[in-house]
């Protein structure tokens, strides 16, 4: 059974910056894709950004150029730097994993923008 546990998100201002990360219970590596889901209030949950076993990185239009997704294997870590944030951002983010039997989900966290 794999373990997600997220941390990082809270609240910020328009403009600001944010990161999340994803802690896994065993090696990352392992693991078909990695990636950030986003649910804001009222609306269904969203793939914002997805990554490879090989690194190839994906993002949803709302948040190119802005959110980059990494990882650090040696510490089994994905992260979500979120910048430029806007208001339209706020949602509870769910970090996820994807293995050949199911996919693995974090415990979410809210992220709240200001106007």
């Known amino acids: 059974q794999v373990q997600l546990v997220q941390s990082g998100g809270g609240f910020m201002q328009a403009g600001g910056s944010l990161r999340l990360s994803c802690v896994a219970s065993q090696n990352i590596s392992s693991f078909d894709a990695m990636g950030w889901y986003r649910q804001a209030p009222g609306e269904q949950r969203e793939l914002i950004t997805s990554?490879?076993?090989?690194?190839?990185?994906d993002y949803a239009g709302s948040v190119d150029g802005r959110f980059t997704i990494s990882r650090d294997n040696a510490k089994n870590t994905l992260y979500l730097q979120m910048n430029s944030l806007k208001p339209e951002d706020t949602g509870v983010y769910y970090c996820y994993a994807d293995t050949s039997r199911r996919d693995f989900w974090g415990q979410g966290t809210q992220v709240i923008v200001s106007s």
């Open positions: 990554m490879t076993s090989g690194g190839l990185a």
